[in-house]
């Protein structure tokens, strides 16, 4: 149950997609995308295994884990989200779409993954950039593939836990949408790794 009250202005009710919604969806997933595909140009054996500290992931960690919650998040999305309860009236879908975009890419506070999420370390480079675009593909493909994705919601921990208990209800469509902000989210942990002053050279 969603705690809190939205202001009346911005209050709407569930509807179908508009073409303005899933457009930016589709860019959100393609910025987010390519921002990591980016970032992994030209990597070494040595540099995508390499760990700054004990207990910070690797870029092929990071990666990894990007995949395990890409997976997750489109079985969810497929298989949970269509007999998923009713949104409740007057929530306020689009505040949450805003948080979901601005705030769970936001590295300032720092939240353990879910132990099923853990990654392994035994993907490689080319595999990992591989799957993660069959994935985000699937991904943009749901927006129009799966119906009513308005009309459901589910519990959102992450989304609790950024809104200080305030929101805690996330829409196919926002589970889509924090699907491509958790891979920007990542992309940020995987530029800090390449800063650090003994990332190796080559």
Known sequence: MQSGTSTAAAVATPQALTLSEID???LHLDQTRNGVIGALIGLSEAQWR????LGVWSIAENMEHIIFVEERLLGIIRDQIPTAPLSPAGRNFQLV????????????????????????GDCALNEARDRMAV????????????????????????LKAISKGEHVLMDGYQWILAASAHTERHTKQILEVKADPRFPAN
């Open 24 to 26: 930016q969806a589709n």
């Open 50 to 53: 390499f760990k700054p500290a």
């Open 97 to 120: 779409d805003a948080m979901i975009v601005n705030q769970f890419p936001n590295r300032l506070t720092k939240y353990p993954a879910p132990e099923a999420l853990n990654p392994k």
């Open 135 to 158: 994935n985000t593909g699937k991904l943009a493909a749901c927006l129009e593939s799966v119906p009513d994705l308005r009309w459901h919601v589910l519990e959102s921990p992450p």
